[in-house]
């Protein structure tokens, strides 16, 4: 099994997040194949991200929305297939009250006009604190780094129940 996670990160803090997410998702689920993709450095592997079951967006909030990056990218990728493959986003932000909910949000839209499945959380486990996607406070992102190893966990739960591989 594949996961992908593709972000853009200026400062490292998102980096430093997709790591986090990295380090959950093996921790307890060893097996399986993750690949860590700075758009900004040009690093997204299109035969990984195809063969991919999840694929994890991730970016710093800009003016309540992703990055222009990010967006470049979604826009650009007209020709990657990501129908039903399960998607995640997480972001970082210098504030909470900075447009966290509304990046998300954009982020998932897009994910689901690529046809993709949203996960949305752990569902029942009240000790996440994510509904639909995880946040780090840039100042502060190690304080975060438990919910975003919890986020990739229970990514890669998801993936396994959905795929079984």
């Not at 790591?19 to 399986?32: M, N, R, S, T, V």
């Not at 909030?61 to 020709?79: A, G, I, N, P, T």
């Amino acid at each position: 099994m594949k996961i992908s996670v593709i972000y853009v990160s200026q400062t490292g803090n998102t980096g430093e997040a997709a790591e986090y997410i990295q380090d959950g998702i093996l921790a307890k689920h060893p097996f399986i194949q993750v690949k860590l993709m700075n758009i900004r450095e040009n690093e997204v592997d299109m035969d990984f991200l195809v063969h991919s079951e999840a694929v994890v967006f991730g970016t710093p909030v800009y003016f309540s929305s992703m990055s222009w990056e990010l967006k470049r990218w979604f826009d650009q990728s007209f020709q990657i297939d990501l129908s039903g493959k399960l998607g995640a986003a997480f972001v970082t932000s210098q504030s909470l009250a900075g447009g966290v909910d509304t990046t998300i949000m954009e982020v998932l839209r897009h994910m689901l006009v690529k046809g993709m499945l949203v996960f949305s959380g752990t569902g029942h486990d009240p000790a996440h604190k994510f509904q639909i996607g995880a946040v780090g406070i840039g100042k502060d992102i190690e304080h975060s780094s438990g919910q975003f190893e919890r986020f990739g966990e229970c990514i890669a739960q998801t993936s396994i129940k959905l795929f079984g591989r």
